[in-house]
């Protein structure tokens, strides 16, 4: 699901490039802003699947590039950890004025110290969220430590980090000597949710201790045993972004009334968008993915749609079954039902091996739990056929479709 692509121009009048995720019904719970790691970029794959995983859970995300990096405009070597904070409050100026000002500054390794920084100035944000951060900014030193005495001597040098060659200049060393963030935390008025692994062999799990023990509360710290500094792992970064949405609904205030499950004017609401084939799907109440296998080209993030339709037929049977026998009073305890569907042959067909006479076939196993006799167990399988789906998958049905102007 490919974000909304948008460019704003930062104080210097560089523009940088952006994504916008947004909740499937256009109206957030609330905007957020994401920073990603030294060096890396709006496209980094945890960056996608964090901001992916909050906009399906109704949280509008803005990720962007630093100045120099990725598809922005500058020279990443006269940038520095000071020009990634004003990034930072360029970013929630244009949020705030294109859109809605942003309640939330989620940061990532280097990231994540930016965004404890910027969020001192910026009245809305309320919460701030730091993945792997370290506690003092000058840490990425070690990422080129051979190369500091070239840059000192000669003003500059070119370094390769993550395989990738950047020029690191003396002043942008010199930038990176801020104050430790520890001294700032006790007079940070926002709520803080500090995330770090164990084995993060980038930024040890010590700093996440320095920056929680001088942070003042409302504070919380998860550990992500088991993940990188990277979170390269899908499972990883899923789970971070489940975190966090749980999270911030306790500690980042918005107006219900205004989160509309808006699917304009209709029933159900579907969108695909991107290279893959995840879809996104909102009825009234609830937010759904759907998704083909990863060997035809999906990525397996949900149920294939013939899935949906099973489960559908599943769902209302078991349902229709409790009706009747609470109704009848029977002590019927649990439903069980499988589905399977495959293409048949008619068997009165004229040519019953033509491809064209094959139908859909549903196969319903029913299992019931409960002090039932044979013939309440024979009733209910009888009642069944008479579930609202069922009898819809068996009417003549006409399906309209209208493109949309």
């Known amino acids: 699901m490919n974000p909304k692509k948008l460019t704003f121009r930062n104080r210097k009048e560089i523009e940088l490039a952006a994504h916008l995720y947004v909740p499937l019904d256009q109206k957030p719970r609330f905007y957020a802003i994401f920073a990603h790691c030294f060096t890396c970029s709006q496209n980094f794959t945890a960056v996608r699947r964090i901001a992916t995983s909050l906009s399906q859970q109704g949280i509008a995300v803005l990720s962007f590039d630093f100045t120099g990096l990725g598809r922005s405009e500058g020279d990443f070597a006269q940038s520095g950890f000071s020009s990634n904070v004003s990034d930072l409050h360029d970013a929630y100026e244009f949020l705030k004025m294109k859109y809605e000002a942003p309640k939330m500054l989620i940061g990532h390794s280097l990231g994540g110290a930016a965004a404890l920084y910027a969020s001192f100035d910026l009245m809305h944000i309320q919460a701030v ?35 990738r060659p950047f020029r690191i200049s003396k002043e942008f060393l010199e930038d990176l000597e801020q104050k430790p963030l520890e001294n700032y935390l006790n007079k940070l008025k926002k709520s803080l949710l500090f995330l770090h692994s164990p084995q993060d062999e980038i930024v040890d799990i010590s700093n996440a201790a320095v920056l929680y023990q001088a942070a003042r509360h409302p504070k919380s710290f998860i550990s992500l045993d088991g993940s ?114 495959d293409k048949v042959h008619l068997k009165d067909s004229d040519n019953p091996t033509d491809k064209d006479s094959k139908v859909s076939r549903f196969t319903r196993i029913i299992e019931l739990e409960g002090d039932l006799d044979d013939e309440q167990r024979h009733r209910l399988v009888e009642i069944s056929h008479r579930c609202p789906v069922h009898r819809t998958l068996e009417e003549d049905i006409v399906i309209q479709t209208v493109l949309k102007k």
Not at 141 to 161: C, H, N, Y
Not at 254 to 261: E, Q, R, T
Not at 278 to 291: F, S, V
């Open 129 to 163: 969220v730091t993945i792997g951060s370290p506690a003092f900014p000058g840490h990425v030193r070690k990422l080129f430590q051979d190369s500091i005495p070239e840059i000192e001597k000669k003003g500059s040098a070119e370094v390769t980090i993550g395989g």
């Open 228 to 341: 990188d500094h990277l979170l390269s792992k899908e499972k990883d970064s899923e789970y971070v972004g489940d975190v966090i949405s749980s999270w911030s609904k306790r500690y980042v205030t918005y107006d219900d009334s205004l989160v509309l499950n808006d699917t304009d004017g209709n029933q159900v609401k579907v969108r695909l968008s991107g290279p893959g084939f995840t879809t996104e799907i909102k009825t009234p109440y609830h937010h759904l993915i759907a998704d083909e296998p990863l060997e035809v080209g999906g990525d397996n993030l949900g149920p294939n749609p013939y899935d949906f339709l099973m489960a559908s037929l599943g769902s209302c049977t078991v349902m229709t079954l409790k009706m009747y026998a609470d109704r009848k009073k029977w002590p019927l305890k649990e439903v069980t039902v499988f589905l399977n569907h």
